[in-house]
């Protein structure tokens, strides 16, 4: 177990490494979900902004953001086949899907923390209303989101149709998660906040995330062996 | 230097025996009953005309690909028994060098010696650089780099953790004589600490000079290169018209 976080924890770093020196990813993840955010702010910010806007453009921003950086942290994989050579490490292959996720999910992390205070900017919303439980479904839906599409962006890496197929099988199978962490940031955002209700779409996404990783962590090894 | 197997591990094997291997994408067929044995001390050639199949023995071998039907034993023992230890006796020279452009040389050796729980990384790495000739460019970005050069440093990084089996897949691609040259006397030194050394390529002339025993892959299916006189080149054609006729 050890030698798996290990090994999970060296890809991590290399992708963290090799993305500090050409910042591409951040970059373009940031500036997509930015002007995600100002699109969305001059169509629905009037005197006030519509009711539960900002919970449906946060996520909306962090999940098409988050889309994009998941296709391109395994394009960088496909060229020179690195992947392959991941696979061939004497580790478990899990841990090669640890690795991605855990730099995924710092990456994502990362831009969080800049969009979230824009989104309560632009939206009025109220982020310190409850932040830790805002910041609870923004970590929990952050890690169901990266679970599952680390999953399929590396089993799609040789599809010559991936940038097509991945959005076409995240989605849908990331909806569920999508619909919580909407409606517990809304719960939140709300005239009338409704904790409780939060923490009950907090649950489901625990849960949501408990089962996305146990699964993808158990069959990775089997989907990536050709 | 690195490079060459040290003491035998608790897991190692001496050889290697492909069984009746078939593999099949869809409704093509890459290999068809492929049987051969692979010894310690030994350079295999494995030759054949593109598609014949070649890349897809290498994956299997590799443990990167299931065959259809048929077994691979390392030793006594399957894949599957192995375990995943198994990959860190195995060194892969693929025909895609598995190099990230955007680390160094010698970053590069670091990530994937720390991936392999190599000891003495420094050292170990160095001495990879010293062999590959790029301890002057250690600090430069791999992307920067010639396909020569890239070729060399991903050949490092295969025999790095001092692979017991050593898959080498077109190693002579893109390299000038002098890199050729020194690959060839890489492989004579890998054959002398005792790895199974199994290549797949087109250069005949210069794997003439090397190899131990050739077989010819052809449609899926595998025929000895008769041993002997003859240049590498003319045994093979003689044993692909053997397998077409």
Same mark, same amino acid.
């Given at each position: 177990?050890?030698?798996?976080?290990?090994?999970?924890?060296?890809?991590?770093?290399?992708?963290?490494?090799?993305?500090?020196?050409?910042?591409?990813?951040?970059?373009?993840?940031?500036?997509?979900?930015?002007?995600?955010?100002?699109?969305?702010?001059?169509?629905?910010?009037?005197?006030?902004?519509?009711?539960?806007?900002?919970?449906?453009?946060?996520?909306?921003? %962090?999940?098409?953001?988050?889309?994009?950086? %998941?296709?391109?942290?395994?394009?960088?994989?496909?060229?020179?086949?690195?992947?392959?050579?991941?696979?061939?490490?004497?580790?478990?292959?899990?841990?090669?899907?640890?690795?991605?996720?855990?730099?995924?999910?710092?990456?994502?992390?990362?831009?969080?923390?800049?969009?979230?205070?824009?989104?309560?900017?632009?939206?009025?919303?109220?982020?310190?209303?409850?932040?830790?439980?805002?910041?609870?479904?923004?970590?929990?839906?952050?890690?169901?989101?990266?679970?599952?599409?680390?999953?399929?962006?590396?089993?799609?890496?040789?599809?010559?149709?991936?940038?097509?197929?991945?959005?076409? %099988?995240?989605?849908?199978?990331?909806?569920?998660?999508?619909?919580?962490?909407?409606?517990?940031?809304?719960?939140?955002?709300?005239?009338?906040?409704?904790?409780?209700?939060?923490?009950?779409?907090?649950?489901?996404?625990?849960?949501?995330?408990?089962?996305?990783?146990?699964?993808?962590?158990?069959?990775?090894?089997?989907?990536?062996?050709? | 230097?690195?490079?060459?197997?040290?003491?035998?591990?608790?897991?190692?094997?001496?050889?290697?025996?492909?069984?009746?291997?078939?593999?099949?994408?869809?409704?093509?067929?890459?290999?068809?009953?492929?049987?051969?044995?692979?010894?310690?001390?030994?350079?295999?050639?494995?030759?054949?005309?593109?598609?014949?199949?070649?890349?897809?023995?290498?994956?299997?071998?590799?443990?990167?690909?299931?065959?259809?039907?048929?077994?691979?034993?390392?030793?006594?023992?399957?894949?599957?028994?192995?375990?995943?230890?198994?990959?860190?006796?195995?060194?892969?020279?693929?025909?895609?060098?598995?190099?990230?452009?955007?680390?160094?040389?010698?970053?590069?050796?670091?990530?994937?010696?720390?991936?392999?729980?190599?000891?003495?990384?420094?050292?170990?790495?160095?001495?990879?650089?010293?062999?590959?000739?790029?301890?002057?460019?250690?600090?430069?970005?791999?992307?920067?780099?010639?396909?020569?050069?890239?070729?060399?440093?991903?050949?490092?990084?295969?025999?790095?953790?001092?692979?017991?089996?050593?898959?080498?897949?077109?190693?002579?691609?893109?390299?000038?004589?002098?890199?050729?040259?020194?690959?060839?006397?890489?492989?004579?030194?890998?054959?002398?600490?005792?790895?199974?050394?199994?290549?797949?390529?087109?250069?005949?002339?210069?794997?003439?000079?090397?190899?131990?025993?050739?077989?010819?892959?052809?449609?899926?299916?595998?025929?000895?290169?008769?041993?002997?006189?003859?240049?590498?080149?003319?045994?093979?054609?003689?044993?692909?018209?053997?397998?077409?006729?």
């Amino acid at each position: 177990m050890t030698r798996t976080l290990q090994a999970a924890w060296t890809i991590a770093r290399k992708d963290l490494r090799i993305e500090a020196r050409s910042r591409e990813l951040v970059y373009t993840t940031l500036f997509f979900a930015v002007a995600c955010l100002l699109v969305f702010a001059f169509a629905f910010v009037r005197e006030r902004p519509i009711d539960n806007a900002a919970a449906g453009i946060l996520w909306v921003a %962090l999940a098409f953001s988050g889309t994009l950086a %998941l296709g391109r942290t395994f394009e960088r994989e496909r060229q020179g086949e690195t992947l392959r050579a991941l696979l061939l490490a004497p580790v478990e292959r899990g841990a090669v899907y640890l690795g991605k996720l855990i730099a995924l999910l710092l990456l994502m992390a990362a831009v969080e923390l800049i969009v979230v205070p824009i989104v309560g900017l632009l939206f009025s919303a109220p982020l310190l209303r409850a932040p830790a439980l805002l910041a609870g479904l923004l970590a929990l839906g952050t890690i169901g989101f990266a679970a599952i599409g680390t999953l399929f962006a590396a089993m799609l890496v040789r599809a010559s149709s991936r940038d097509v197929l991945l959005p076409i %099988l995240l989605y849908p199978m990331t909806a569920p998660l999508l619909i919580a962490g909407v409606q517990g940031t809304a719960a939140i955002f709300a005239d009338e906040p409704n904790l409780a209700l939060a923490e009950n779409w907090l649950a489901m996404l625990l849960f949501f995330d408990a089962v996305v990783v146990t699964v993808a962590l158990w069959v990775f090894g089997a989907v990536m062996t050709e | 230097m690195s490079g060459g197997p040290h003491a035998p591990e608790p897991d190692d094997f001496d050889h290697v025996t492909v069984r009746d291997v078939s593999r099949t994408f869809g409704r093509r067929r890459a290999l068809a009953r492929v049987s051969l044995d692979c010894r310690a001390g030994e350079i295999l050639a494995v030759l054949g005309p593109n598609g014949a199949g070649k890349s897809t023995l290498l994956g299997i071998l590799a443990t990167l690909m299931r065959p259809t039907d048929g077994e691979i034993r390392y030793g006594a023992r399957t894949a599957a028994e192995a375990g995943d230890g198994l990959r860190g006796r195995i060194g892969v020279l693929g025909h895609d060098l598995f190099l990230y452009g955007e680390l160094t040389a010698r970053e590069n050796l670091r990530f994937f010696g720390r991936l392999y729980g190599v000891g003495d990384l420094d050292g170990t790495v160095d001495a990879a650089l010293t062999a590959a000739r790029l301890s002057d460019r250690a600090d430069d970005r791999a992307g920067a780099f010639s396909r020569g050069l890239r070729q060399r440093l991903a050949l490092e990084r295969a025999l790095l953790h001092a692979p017991r089996l050593v898959l080498l897949d077109e190693p002579f691609t893109g390299l000038d004589d002098d890199s050729a040259a020194h690959l060839s006397a890489r492989l004579r030194d890998l054959r002398r600490r005792g790895a199974i050394v199994v290549m797949a390529t087109h250069d005949f002339e210069t794997a003439d000079a090397v190899v131990d025993r050739a077989v010819c892959l052809d449609n899926g299916r595998v025929r000895d290169v008769a041993a002997g006189p003859g240049p590498l080149r003319e045994r093979y054609r003689h044993a692909l018209r053997e397998a077409r006729a």
